[in-house]
């Protein structure tokens, strides 16, 4: 309801009947402009958390506000290197859930549902840094970075070959916990083989 609700307000009627965006919504597409400027007189980025300090000088009215979009923020103070890092890093978040889906699959159904499911919450990741910049911020996106190492973790995990010799004892987990967590008592149960770089 309150996703419906914030979506409709996005456009209002004025006392003419003529429909317009919020004020929320159109300062948005100025402050854009002005970090286009910005970064037109500064190719290499004004710098890190300096945006705030400097869009003012290029959205008059809006000084110490945030980009509401991480990639424009990206490029107007990390210019076009910070830019390409941060979609490198994006591309490597959809590789990591490629694979996870990859490693999973064959697993069974509920491990099928976690590589799709972390699938949904790197692209949800994604599109919510369109519109606003919670990339950075760790009360938000804290979460979804140990959710990227376990996955990550658990991919290595389901696609490592199991070695034939000195099979390790698995873990004794209670039966009730087993019921209750089954991929955790799975893990648990798997031996892990080690690498040289372990």
Same mark, same amino acid.
Do not use: C, K, Q
């Given at each position: 309801t309150s996703v419906t609700t914030r979506v409709t307000e996005t456009q209002q009627k004025t006392d003419r009947g003529t429909e317009q965006l919020d004020v929320s919504t159109a300062s948005r597409g100025e402050i854009w402009s002005g970090a286009m400027r910005m970064w037109q007189d500064h190719p290499w980025g004004v710098g890190l958390r300096r945006f705030p300090r400097n869009i003012?000088?290029?959205?008059?009215?809006?000084?110490?506000?945030?980009?509401?979009?991480?990639?424009?923020?990206?490029?107007a103070e990390l210019?076009?290197?910070?830019?390409?890092?941060?979609? =490198?890093?994006?591309? !490597?978040? =959809?590789?990591? &859930?490629? +694979?996870?889906? +990859?490693?999973?699959?064959?697993?069974?159904?509920?491990?099928?549902?976690?590589?799709?499911?972390?699938?949904?919450?790197?692209?949800?990741?994604?599109?919510?840094n369109l519109y606003g910049s919670p990339f950075v911020e760790g009360s938000v996106m804290a979460n979804f970075w140990v959710l990227c190492g376990l996955m990550e973790y658990y991919a290595l995990r389901c696609a490592a070959p199991t070695p034939a010799a000195q099979p390790s004892a698995p873990v004794n987990v209670p039966p !009730? &916990?087993?019921?209750?967590f089954p991929l955790a008592a799975r893990m648990s149960s798997r031996p892990r083989q080690l690498s040289g770089k372990d």
């Open positions: 003012g000088h290029y959205s008059p009215g809006y000084a110490g506000y945030d980009a509401h979009n991480y990639y424009v923020l990206t490029l210019g076009p290197l910070g830019a390409a890092a941060l979609l =490198w890093l994006m591309w !490597r978040l =959809w590789r990591l &859930a490629g +694979r996870v889906r +990859r490693a999973l699959a064959p697993v069974d159904a509920e491990s099928r549902a976690l590589g799709i499911g972390f699938t949904v919450a790197v692209i949800a990741m994604a599109l919510s !009730r &916990a087993r019921d209750r």
